[in-house]
């Protein structure tokens, strides 16, 4: 019998850790001499306050819901995919292969060949640490740390060589066809006299990502495959007496997990740049991380706690804007976040475990 | 062949001691841990936050040595919360290295910029307030010599402190851990920890002493980058080095001696990559700079496949050790 009630294992831990970052966040903003609620307003007003800051706030989210669901596939079969990072760059790369070389007629014709592309790419580059761990015993963490490291030399080596247009001076490709723009939240919505999500980046592959959450949903919980990836996750031993290969297991995991870390870029490169430029991932890999503690690894919370973590980047470039505060609270709050959701779960878990025991001997007597 | 030659020149070669330092002091510091049973993939934050705390310190003090204190404080601090994560609440160690990361990252620039207002970064550091070489007696004098000469005055000779400690280091991380009780028990907590705890020795204890000592050369490590490699700290100046110092520790098959041979070759590939011009003339063709980079993680995937000796991590390494009831 567990403890914790579903429910509090699902919301209350989560909403306690997520309470505990943010009141320590506010003591980092008051200790470097900042308002606290001033600096919550002003992050609420930038990033929810309009159409113009969801705007924002939701592509953000996309790159999120990605990354997210990347990190909680792989935590679904017990390993820890921490090259979310490196699998997003060759995303990119993949997009941008696509979208320079390939004449599309149209955008609709171009996005599905874009998430084939970035997938593909990512999912190869996934797929070597994955066979390095299934067949050489390799750790998979150090082994994604490094090829994280080697995506990134090699997008600095490309775009700094080959795909660099002749003449130009930063690190980029050139930019994509027209034909290949993915139309934006503004072209979508705006009907009236009034446009909405004016110049914002947020763009249809945010549609693309939820139907992301729904596949591997469906896929999780719903398929032989997703129970044989569960049953791995739980236990290795009683997995393979069952007849799961973990071979199997982990590739398959691992190559679904580098492919929707991958799709991101059909996000922030065909959507949003519309050209590969170098360091376009900013970290999105590793936000995925936290994105999959938070949300427990479910899809429904990982989109929950990717549209949080989009807030806190859009509210972040907000106060960098307006204040003494630069955009690394950012990256505080983030470090904050996994440590109480990822690392310091059990500081959470034993005291509620006590209570609910209390509450419960209670309820008997 | 003087161009070849020129690939291992004495400038080149200082260089590379320059560098390996800081990875050697970050490896040694894994490699404590990581012999406990504790995963420590939080290194680079910790180098970060000592550089920044042991630069600002000096620079406000115009003392190296409160900026060492300072800076080592700064490192053990997240060392004991990686203690707490990992051992007491003994939660998933590779998470709470990652989230020691981001915390590092976020707040050194954001103590940074509230106190110094330069854009996440401290101001240069002179004289006192750095680590500065030291100068090896009658080295002017032989200078003049060839080869021995310039040897002796740049190569043995010029460095800061920190240098040699790290290179003291080696052989005394070694003694410590193969021929004192203390180390054998710290081994024998990453092997197998059941075994320590039957034998009436605290496995916990232990592990926070490897964690400790890990905060500690990781402090070393971050201070000589901002104190003595450059005269202040820079947002982000740690640059990967705390995964290149993993990546050695594998390398190095969790060896000491092996890790002063590991820091040293990747030391020696940062120092080329500085020069790309002697590897053309050497080679005659332009060897990319990027491959030169990658070259350390490579290396590193490619001994972890097993595919050049096998790399075996300590048996415990990154499961919390619970105590049957």
Redesign the interface.
Known sequence: MDVIPKWADAVLVPLISLILAAVLSAL?IL???EDPVAAAKLMVEGAIGSTYGWGYTLYYATNFIFTGLAVSVAFHARM?N?GGEGQAMLGGLGVALVCLYIPFPHWALALPVAIIGAAAFAAIWAAIPAY?QAK????I???T???N??AA??L??LL?GMLKPSGAMDPATAKFAATTHLPTFQDLFSWGEKPVFRGAPANVSFFVSLLACVAVWFLIWRTRLGFEIRAYGESESAAKYAGISPTKIIMISMIISGALAGCMAINNVMGEAERLVLGSVEGAG?IG?AVA?MGRSHPLGVLLAAILFGFLYQGGAELALWT???R?????????V??FT??????IR?PLEKIFLMMRKEGAA | MWDFLNLFSVPVLETSIRLATPLLLACLAGLFSERAGIFD?GLEGKMLIAAFFSAAISFNTGSVWLGLGAGILASVTLSI?HG???IT????????G??????A???T???A??WFKQG?RTPQLEGAARFNPIEFPFAETFMPVPVAGPVYASLIGGHALLVYVAIAMVPLTWWVLFRTRFGLRLRAVGENPAAVDTAGVSVVGLRYAAVLICGVLCGLAGAYLATALQAGFVKDMTA?RG?IA??AL?FAKWRPWYALAACLLFGYLQAIALRPDLLTAAFGFKV?I??L??LP??L??VI???FVGKAI?PRAGGAPYVKER
């Open positions: 980092v200790a470097i001499g820890f921490i390095l050489r015993g390799s750790h963490v150090i082994t740390i490094m090829f490291f080697i030399a090699l600095n080596y700094v590793f991380i503690l003494n505060i630069p690394e609270l950012i990256i505080v709050i983030q470090a904050l996994i440590m990822g690392a310091l779960d059990n500081m034993m | 993939i919360i707490l994560a990992s609440f003994r939660g998933n160690q590779l998470i709470s990652v989230a020691i990361n981001f915390l990252a976020g707040m620039v954001l103590i910029q509230s996440g990967g995964y993993l990546a594998i990319q990027q491959l980079d990658a993680y490579i590193t995937v972890l496949a097993g991590p």
